[in-house]
């Protein structure tokens, strides 16, 4: 084709109008379709539709702690209260014994009783230093002392189902602490000095053990409280004599003794 055909045939071409009136109104209806008032309130709705979930689990879940914490705080009254109407119970709390702690396992509550402390009174004719009763003493009537009790309460039923008493326990634990204070005494150098073999001993006094409840699992059981301070104290008779030694159990070593004349002259002293 030459290029005047060429020049003439694009001459004779008609070009399509542009119709700016018909965009600009496209765009109008696009614009307002996107940011009226009606779309932003269903923007806002569909928000707040994700959130209403997370907010109604949040409300959920404070619900149930909060009425899992008066459950708890209702079954522990419960349990303390029900103890309470035993006679066995109500007699050793007449008595100066405490009610130490509670744990409540499947509707069941186990309550501590711990026994009262005991007084320290001193032992005739010792002087002051000589007391005896650290915290435990010789049971001369051959009655067994209260030594605490474990109480099973079914909230329920709303009775005590088993009381089980620790002095058993405990006294096993007292036996084994003077076994133990025996034995390092006799090991001691200073009791070797100045206690006679032929010596006896009169008495070994000890702390009353303390227990605390432990929960593992769905059971519930009383164990002997770790005891950071342990002492016990041996006293030793020969002669016209009368002698205390000290024992650290826990460092197992003799901390000291001291005999009824040393004890004189330390008050003469003084």
């Known amino acids: 084709m030459k290029e005047e055909d060429l020049i003439k045939k694009l001459e004779e071409i008609s070009l399509p109008k542009i119709e700016i009136k018909s965009h600009k109104e496209r765009l109008n209806l696009a614009l307002m379709k996107k940011y009226s008032p009606e779309r932003?309130?269903?923007e806002v709705f569909n928000?707040?539709?994700?959130?209403?979930?997370?907010?109604?689990?949040a409300v959920?879940?404070?619900?149930?702690?909060?009425?899992?914490?008066?459950?708890?705080k209702y079954n522990l009254a419960k349990a303390k209260e029900i103890a309470l109407?035993?006679?066995?119970?109500?007699?050793?709390?007449?008595?100066?014994?405490?009610?130490?702690?509670?744990?409540?396992v499947d509707g069941k509550a186990y309550v501590l009783i711990e026994p009262p402390e005991v007084k320290k009174e001193p032992e005739e004719p010792a002087p002051a230093s000589l007391k005896s009763g650290v915290a435990f003493q010789e049971n001369?009537?051959?009655?067994?002392?209260?030594?605490?009790?474990l109480a099973e309460v079914n909230i329920k039923e709303k009775e005590v189902k088993n009381i089980k008493k620790l002095a058993p326990a405990a006294n096993d634990l007292i036996k084994s602490k003077k076994d133990k204070a025996l034995e390092i005494a006799n090991k001691s150098q200073e009791v070797q000095e100045k206690i006679p073999r032929e010596a006896?001993?009169?008495?070994?006094?000890?702390?009353t053990p303390k227990f605390r409840l432990s929960k593992e699992g769905n059971s519930v059981s009383a164990i002997p409280e770790i005891e950071t301070e342990e002492k016990a104290s041996i006293i030793y008779q020969f002669d016209e004599n009368r002698c205390e030694g000290k024992v650290d159990l826990n460092k197992e070593r003799m901390e000291e003794i001291k005999c009824l004349n040393e004890i004189n002259t330390d008050a003469t002293k003084e």
């Open 200 to 207: 006896e001993v009169l008495n070994i006094n000890v702390a």
């Open 47 to 57: 928000i707040f539709k994700k959130l209403v979930p997370a907010g109604v689990i």
């Open 40 to 42: 932003k309130k269903a």
């Open 85 to 104: 109407q035993n006679n066995e119970i109500k007699n050793w709390l007449q008595q100066g014994s405490t009610i130490k702690d509670i744990k409540v």
């Open 140 to 149: 001369l009537t051959g009655e067994e002392k209260f030594g605490g009790a």
């Open 60 to 72: 959920l879940l404070f619900l149930f702690i909060f009425n899992n914490l008066n459950s708890q």
